[in-house]
């Protein structure tokens, strides 16, 4: 019987809507919610336990199943549950996938089982408003130690500003909506609950990171900048569809880590930097929390005399990591060292992305100010 029980289960991972996971989407998934009757992966069935007033999970294979256990998840299922639990997700709110960071994944689960953000549309006021307001810890831009300061978002003036001191008028810094981004880094940043936010002024970036201990409140943030973004955008580009704005929100880097450069004459030696690639701005820092871009190249298509190679001229001199790059411009030469292959191999793959891509008219703008910068 038990047996028979466990392979109606498993049938029920053939249906269509159950071969990803419920939460992240990830493929495959062995677990289930029986109280939710939902099929999930492992990492997200993990998450699940940590709210057993709201889920109860089981292995597929491995437990034992009920009889009203089995017909409940034949009852319900991912897409029941998607119509149930995210009947009205807001279309800028961030659904991760399961290579993003622990933390957006587990307030998606909470946000969708637990608080029922998406079946009770009151409950998302903290990132529906368009104005926001509290305190964060933000990363000193020198120090490096993080100080608690107040945030204010406001869609009305389209932007983010924070004050350095609670009481203070003036704020310190006016971030437009328009040039800003933010992405989780707690890897880089050193806290589970790390964002960075980057914006642009006066055509350079700038960083800053922030954290709050509540990561509902972090994501809450998150979330509010996404939809300052989305409205910023609908405004912008009228007749644009949801679709079209919803990935222009917030940008993932293509690719972050260590590696050797050398300067405009080549003649200096191979430095090790913090790289960035942010879409077709590769920037790169002394440390990777440092407020501002040591420098920063612009990667056109191939079609306006951007070129990525394998390897370093013949003539390059000096001491530096065996895997070189080669990213040819139009007017100069970037010679680029990555300490392993896996490395490299990453580095072109992101640099052949954009270089494979045609410009769209507004980067014609970007590429221009890179030209007639010193
Ligand atoms: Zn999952």
Redesign the pocket.
């Known amino acids: 019987m038990a047996k028979e029980r466990r392979r109606a289960v498993l049938e029920l991972l053939r249906r269509p809507g159950n071969a990803h996971?419920?939460?992240?989407?990830?493929p495959d998934?062995d677990w289930a919610s029986y109280t939710l009757g939902v099929f999930?992966?492992?990492?997200?069935?993990g998450i699940h336990r940590s709210m057993p007033q709201v889920s109860k999970v089981k292995s597929v294979r491995l437990d034992t199943w009920e009889d009203a256990q089995v017909e409940f998840m034949a009852s319900r299922g991912n897409s029941a549950a998607r119509a149930a639990f995210e009947s009205r997700v807001p279309p800028f709110y961030y659904r991760p996938s399961?290579s993003d960071c622990q933390l957006l994944?587990e307030q998606w689960i909470r946000a969708k089982y637990e608080r029922q953000e998406f079946t009770r549309p009151e409950r998302q006021e903290p990132y529906s408003a368009g104005y926001r307001e509290g305190l964060l810890w933000k990363r000193g831009r020198d120090n490096g130690q993080f100080l608690s300061r107040k945030f204010v978002l406001t869609e009305r003036e389209g932007a983010l500003k924070y004050f350095n001191r609670s009481d203070a008028k003036e704020p310190k810094a006016v971030m437009k909506i328009e040039h800003l981004n933010a992405t989780f880094q707690p890897a880089k940043i050193g806290h589970p609950h790390g964002l960075q936010v980057t914006y642009l002024k006066d055509n350079s970036t700038r960083n800053i990171f922030v954290y709050h201990e509540d990561g509902k409140e972090m994501v809450d943030w998150f979330n509010a900048l996404r939809a300052a973004r989305f409205h910023y955008l609908q405004v912008a580009f009228p007749g644009a569809s949801d679709a079209d704005l919803v990935p222009k929100l917030s940008r993932n880097y293509l690719q972050e880590g260590y590696m050797e450069k050398t300067g405009p004459k080549q003649t200096e030696g191979f430095r090790k930097r913090w790289f960035t690639m942010d879409d077709r701005r590769l920037m790169y820092f002394k440390d990777p929390l440092d407020a501002f871009a040591r420098g920063e190249v612009f990667i056109g298509s191939r079609e306006s005399g951007y070129t990525v190679l394998d390897g370093l001229p013949p003539s390059t001199q000096g001491h530096h990591w065996p895997h070189g790059i080669t990213i040819v411009t139009p007017e100069r030469r970037f010679l680029l060292a990555c300490e392993t292959e896996a490395e490299q191999r990453a580095w072109m793959e992101a640099f052949r992305k954009v270089v494979d891509r045609p410009m769209l008219p507004q980067e014609y703008a970007v590429e221009a100010h890179f030209k007639h910068k010193p």
Not at 21 to 26: E, I
Request: proline share 7%; hydrophobic share 35%.
């Open positions: 996971c419920a939460d992240c989407g990830a998934p999930i992966c492992l990492s997200c069935s399961a994944r």
